[in-house]
């Protein structure tokens, strides 16, 4: 089993920035993706931006270039550096950790962490 324990969210003004945190522990394979979703009421969780345990990254349209992935293997914890935030990015932000292994993905959820920018 994996735990994801999310923090940094909280409210910010337009133009503003935050980081999020997302800390693993427990059984995680060396090969691993961790990703950051996000999801308003009424709509499906959206992935915003991924990267795998080799640090390759990818980004959703609506994120290049204003927000950041990044991970720290040796503390099991992947960042998302959000800048120039915008209304629209106000939503419940959930990590995800993909575990890769011989016997298949094995797939982990945090509890989310709410989002919310002022206009």
């Known amino acids: 089993q994996v735990q994801l324990v999310e923090s940094g969210g909280g409210l910010v003004q337009a133009g503003g920035s935050l980081r999020l945190s997302c800390a693993a522990s427990?059984?995680?394979?060396?090969?691993?993706?961790m990703a950051w979703y996000r999801q308003t009421p009424g709509n499906q969780r959206d992935l915003v931006a991924v990267?795998?345990?080799?640090?390759?990254?990818n980004y959703a349209d609506f994120v290049k270039g204003r927000f950041t992935i990044f991970r720290d293997n040796a503390k099991n914890t992947v960042y998302l550096q959000m800048n120039s935030l915008k209304p629209e990015d106000t939503a419940l932000y959930y990590c995800?950790?993909?575990?890769?292994?011989?016997?298949?993905?094995?797939?982990?959820w945090g509890q989310g962490t709410q989002v919310t920018v002022s206009s």
């Open positions: 995800d950790m993909n575990n890769i292994r011989s016997t298949g993905r094995q797939i982990y």
């Open positions: 427990g059984s995680i394979s060396s090969i691993n993706t």
């Open positions: 990267i795998n345990s080799g640090g390759i990254s």
